[in-house]
């Protein structure tokens, strides 16, 4: 089955500092790839995706690269502000394509912006 | 719309007793899945269901078994809890999306301790 690494488990930076965190996969196959946000205490909810079909995809401060030979991806955070501390998750899927409905996980990332 | 829903917030269980977690969407989604959130572990899958009538196993499905008798509800049954299933467990549904995608939207979580 599928098998996704995430790095780095914990990332301090200063406001107004870029953070960068990334994932590897292992299942060719993939071809769907989402982030997902989970705030203290809260349920996880998506920011951004990917599909194999695109290399890159931007949404204000936020920016996700994909490059399939080498089976990984990016999520790229600018200028950022206190609120985007969180734990971060990267996850990776088929899709129905595929005939596999399940995501599967990286084990996240702790953000902490100072400021 | 309340999107997904979970029933209990929280539970405290002595070990050997059972409990049934409600998970219920009114998005109208196909899909529906259960997940165990640990700490260093991510969001590990433990069983779900492709439409009404159907589940299968995730990641870690022993111990645990699931009902999706209704479209809309997922149910996580203990027959005879544990102290390893001390645990947050989220509920998460997905629509079928023609383009292969397979965003999920989480419910609000169930802290569960056995004692």
């Known amino acids: 089955g599928e098998n996704v690494e995430q790095h780095p488990s914990t990332l301090s930076v200063q406001e107004g500092d870029s953070a960068v965190i990334k994932c590897t996969y292992s299942d060719s196959a993939s071809n769907y790839f989402p982030w997902y946000k989970q705030e203290l205490g809260k349920r996880p909810q998506l920011i951004i995706d990917i599909r194999s079909n695109v290399g890159e995809k931007k949404d204000q401060r936020i920016a996700v690269t994909l490059n399939k030979t080498a089976k990984h991806f990016s999520l790229h955070i600018t200028e950022t502000q206190p609120e985007d501390s969180a734990v971060y998750f990267c996850a990776a899927s088929r899709g129905y394509r595929g005939s596999n409905y399940k995501l599967t996980f990286g084990k996240g990332t702790l953000l902490t912006v100072n400021p | 719309n309340a999107g997904v829903t979970q029933t209990p917030k929280f539970r405290v269980l002595k070990t050997g007793q059972s409990m049934t977690l409600l998970c219920a969407q009114d998005?109208?989604?196909?899909?529906m899945y259960w997940y165990r959130q640990d700490p260093g572990m991510g969001l590990r899958l433990i069983h779900y269901s492709v439409g009404e009538g159907t589940t299968a196993k995730g990641e870690v499905p022993d111990g645990y078994n699931v009902s999706r008798l209704k479209k809309q509800n997922f149910l996580l049954g203990l027959e005879s809890a544990a102290p390893s299933q001390t645990s947050v467990y989220f509920c998460?549904?997905?629509?079928?999306?023609?383009?292969?995608?397979?965003?999920?939207?989480f419910g609000p979580g169930t802290r569960l301790t056995v004692l």
């Open positions: 998460a549904s997905s629509p079928w999306d023609i383009q292969g995608t397979d965003t999920q939207y």
């Open positions: 998005m109208n989604h196909e899909y």
